[in-house]
């Protein structure tokens, strides 16, 4: 009985010393498998001038009724489009956002029904940045009170020539990371075993002090005054290097 025992135990410990001899041989294996490397991230950036404006526009109207409020507004906004497509904005470049409508209470305890408010918001897209201004003004003009002006962004149509010259800079960006973490590491900087890429290519919004500006310069008659500026064209680039 005690040899049987004795057997048992023995058995054990051989399969424990096997597991441990696997164990040790895959987790060599797998530091053999695994190259040698340095991994690091570069960044490219690229200044631009937009070539293109996203605008949102509104058009809010309050009435007794619902139906007096949808009536008005609707004739506003066919006003409005038809302005902003005789400025040259092409139908395709006009969508609809949103049209909400909501009834109005009383500020008294009674909290009865006053009115109803509809808006009605658009994005217009303008190809031609110079026509921005112009546009501005024909939609404020045939919206008149009920028009709001709520945003505009510039953007680049096609960003591609600047993401190419953005990415040779980010790419060399890496590689001179790489190359002195490798001479302070004494060893030799290799080939890219793994390249993988982000980019950004940010819209830039007209702030809303902006905003109110224009719409001052609208009451003095004067032509909206609208500045695209520059905006960066960005990628990012991690970049994993063999060394020797």
């Known amino acids: 009985m005690l040899n049987h025992h004795c057997r048992q135990i ?4 051989i399969l424990l010393a096997n597991i441990l001899l696997i164990s ?15 991994h690091v991230n570069g960044t490219g950036k690229v200044s631009v001038t937009p070539d ?17 409020a949808r009536n008005q507004a609707a004739t506003t906004m066919a006003a409005l489009i038809k302005a902003m497509k005789n400025a040259g904005v092409a139908d395709k470049d006009i969508q609809t956002r949103s049209v909400s409508l909501y ?5 008294d305890p009674a909290n009865k029904i006053i009115g109803y408010q509809l808006s009605n918001q658009v994005a217009v897209c303008i190809r031609d940045i110079k026509k921005a201004s112009n546009v501005i003004d024909l939609a404020v003009q045939a919206g008149g ?12 149509d096609n960003p591609e020539s600047a993401l190419a010259e953005a990415r040779e800079k980010a790419y060399a960006n890496a590689k001179a990371k790489a190359g002195q973490y490798a001479q302070l590491a004494g060893v030799t900087l290799g080939s890219p075993l793994r390249i993988s890429e982000g980019n950004d290519v940010s819209p830039v919004p007209m702030p809303y002090g902006e905003i109110r500006m224009m719409k001052t310069a609208m009451a003095d008659n004067a032509s909206t005054p ?19």
């Open 10 to 13: 023995f058995a054990l410990l």
């Open 24 to 38: 040790h041989t895959n987790a060599d294996t797998l530091n053999d498998q695994q190259p040698r490397s340095i």
């Open 52 to 68: 293109k404006a996203d605008l949102t526009l509104s058009v809010e109207v309050q009435a007794k009724t619902a139906e007096s």
């Open 103 to 107: 009834p109005n209470y009383s500020p």
């Open 145 to 156: 009170n009920s028009t709001r002006v709520q945003g505009i962004n510039f953007a680049v």
């Open 226 to 244: 609208v500045q695209a500026g520059e905006q960066e064209v960005t990628v990012t680039v991690d970049v994993m290097f063999g060394i020797q």
